[in-house]
Structure formats: C-alpha cells, structure tokens
Nanobody
Framework: QVQLVESGGGSVQAGGSLRLSCAAS????????MGWFRQGPGKEREFVAH????????SYADSVKGRFTISRDNAKRTVLLQMNSLQPEDTAVYYC?????????????????WGQGTQVTVSS
C-alpha cells in the first residue's frame, strides 16, 4: 500500500513557476516508478512526467518538455515537479501516482496508487 499526498498548487500568472510536492508513505515506494498526471477542465487525465525508482530515468509529455522537471528523494519519500514558464493551458488538477508491475509509465493503467490532486491555475 502506498499513500500519496500532493501539495504546492496555487494560482500564478503566465510565465510564473510553481513546485509541486508529493509525499509518499508505504514501504514499496522506493522500488516504484512515479508519475505526474494532470486533468484540465473538460479534459481527460493526461501524462505529464515520470521518474524511475532511482531517479536516473525520466520522461516528459511533449507539451511540458523543457519547462517541467521531475525529481525524487527516496530518503525523504518525496517526488517533486518543478514547473517553469507556466501557461494558461497548464491549468489543471495535478495528480501524483505510484507505478505498478508493468513499466507502462505513460498511461493511467500503469499506476496502482493515486493522490487526491492539487489545483494549478495559470492566468494570462
């Protein structure tokens, strides 16, 4: 069992930055890949970024590549998402997720556990 709690969301103007944090509990956290997804108003939940268990491999959606950075600190049981150059289209609820058995990090089905989400609103 893994429990995830996101924090760090808020409202910013276009061009601003936010850092999301995901606090994890559960003894299997360290061995799992982790991901961030987001769901904008009226949209499907979509993949944003993933990081493997030791932080040596990451991937990003094309829409955030070069602007967002995912990282993890296994000792502190946290996963971070640094978001720079935010745009109105980044407005969404952001979810942290813990990976499952298969390494399908780019799909919702590849994750076993989800947080409750944190709202990010970017105004123009």
């Amino acid at each position: 069992q893994v429990q995830l709690v996101e924090s760090g969301g808020g409202s910013v103007q276009a061009g601003g930055s936010l850092r999301l944090s995901c606090a994890a509990s559960g003894r299997t956290f360290i061995s799992r890949y982790m991901g961030w997804f987001r769901q904008g108003p009226g949209k499907e939940r979509e993949f944003v970024a993933h990081i493997n268990w030791n932080g040596e491999s990451t991937s990003y959606a094309d829409s955030v590549k070069g602007r967002f950075t995912i990282s993890r600190d296994n000792a502190k049981r946290t996963v971070l998402l640094q978001m720079n150059s935010l745009q109105p289209e980044d407005t969404a609820v952001y979810y942290c997720a813990a990976g499952g058995q298969g390494y399908q990090y780019y799909t919702r089905s590849g994750y076993d556990y989800w947080g409750q989400g944190t709202q990010v609103t970017v105004s123009s």
